[in-house]
């Protein structure tokens, strides 16, 4: 099954960019859905295979002959492999996809046709959905060390998703909203962002990596909004699924670097040490929740067990991150 699309046109309106590290199956049928959502698009699909080892390259050039696949030596993480074709696609529009992220029917145009309209919006993403189609909490407030202490002594809950002292997590993902950031298992960019402010920071490998990048974005001046009447199914966590302790390592090395990078030394101190009382204060209260509610004590000990070791990394796991 091939895709040639827009052939006629002097240039695709967008670029579907796909990362794929081990996920064969689950990325053929993404581009399958990917293929139907585009119809007649003017549109080139890009996949960006990073070291996988199952036969993912040959199974997508022996069914997309006519897509750009990029074959990486080693997987070269996210942000770059994003980078990598993002710097040589040829679309005013950019949809980066995960591999196990899978657009419903009209997603794609309907994000595309909300940037052509709101020149002020420099990305877009969806509302998604887990497998069994209930909500998967996708927009964050940005991780600075102020909003850490709010949330870990609680104070963050009393207050509104709508104020700035409160987060999303109360908030049903229902109505659309200029947020700070959405995680990147879907995002359409306008090139003329990504020629302004420039890809992925590389030195993220995995997780963090869109929180910068659209930190950047706001910053530039451009709005990030968050499109509920767009769906997409995200099945979530597929390529790490057999290397927990490495996703673990990844995702708190890579918040570490962001508070350096933005807040300095003192902002990751402050924004460590949040984490540290907050993991104390949790630990105590499944303690007593073991203690007296005989009917929770295996939820208890997940929960102790969780709150342990992220309290003992968080104290004792202490370096500068990325400085040469």
Same mark, same amino acid.
């Given at each position: 099954m091939g895709v040639k699309m827009g052939m006629c046109d002097p240039g695709p309106l967008l670029s579907c960019v796909i990362v794929s590290y081990n996920t064969r199956e689950m990325t053929l049928d993404c581009l399958?859905?990917?293929? +139907?959502?585009?119809? $007649?698009?003017?549109?080139?699909?890009?996949?960006?295979?990073?070291?996988?080892?199952?036969?993912?390259?040959?199974?997508?050039r022996e069914a997309f002959p006519d &897509?750009?696949?990029?074959?990486?030596?080693?997987?070269?993480?996210? /942000?770059?492999?994003?980078?990598?074709?993002?710097?040589? *696609?040829?679309?005013?529009?950019?949809?980066?996809?995960? #591999?196990?992220?899978?657009?419903?029917?009209? *997603?794609?145009?309907?994000?595309?046709?909300? !940037?052509?309209?709101?020149?002020? @919006?420099?990305?877009?993403?969806?509302?998604?959905?887990?497998?069994?189609? #209930? !909500?998967?909490?996708?927009?964050?407030?940005?991780?600075?060390p102020a909003s850490a202490w709010r949330e870990n002594l609680w104070i963050s809950n009393l207050f509104s998703h709508r104020s700035p002292l409160g987060d999303y997590r109360r908030w049903n993902h229902d109505e659309e909203r200029a947020v700070d950031y959405v995680i990147g298992a879907c995002l359409l960019i306008r090139r003329s962002v =990504?020629?302004?402010? /420039?890809?992925?920071?590389?030195?993220?490998?995995?997780?963090?990596?869109?929180?910068?990048?659209?930190? $950047? &974005?706001?910053?530039?001046?451009?709005?990030? @909004? =968050?499109?509920? +009447?767009?769906?997409?199914?995200?099945?979530?966590?597929?390529?790490?699924?057999?290397?927990?302790?490495?996703?673990?390592?990844? =995702?708190?090395?890579?918040?570490?670097?962001?508070?350096?990078?933005?807040?300095? !030394?003192?902002?990751?101190?402050?924004?460590? !040490?949040?984490m540290i009382v907050g993991g104390l204060l949790r630990l105590i209260a499944w303690v007593l929740v073991l203690i007296v509610i005989p009917r929770r004590r295996g939820t208890a000990r997940t929960k102790i067990r969780l709150l342990r070791w992220l309290t003992i990394r968080q104290a004792t796991h202490w370096r500068v991150p990325f400085v040469a």
């Open positions: 399958r859905t990917v293929v +139907t959502d585009l119809g $007649r698009m003017p549109a080139e699909l890009w996949v960006v295979d990073n070291a996988s080892t199952d036969g993912s390259p040959r199974a997508i &897509i750009h696949l990029i074959e990486n030596q080693s997987n070269i993480g996210f /942000g770059a492999a994003n980078n990598q074709a993002m710097q040589q *696609a040829n679309g005013d529009f950019f949809l980066l996809l995960n #591999s196990d992220a899978f657009p419903t029917s009209g *997603a794609i145009a309907t994000m595309l046709n909300y !940037l052509q309209e709101h020149p002020d @919006v420099g990305l877009v993403g969806p509302r998604l959905l887990n497998k069994d189609g #209930s !909500l998967q909490r996708s927009c964050f407030r940005f991780p600075y =990504f020629d302004q402010v /420039g890809g992925f920071d590389e030195r993220f490998f995995m997780y963090s990596e869109e929180a910068d990048w659209q930190k $950047r &974005i706001g910053d530039a001046g451009w709005k990030v @909004v =968050f499109l509920p +009447t767009v769906e997409v199914t995200h099945l979530g966590g597929a390529s790490g699924a057999a290397e927990k302790a490495r996703i673990n390592r990844h =995702f708190f090395e890579s918040l570490d670097y962001y508070e350096w990078k933005h807040y300095g !030394l003192l902002g990751l101190v402050s924004f460590r !040490l949040a």
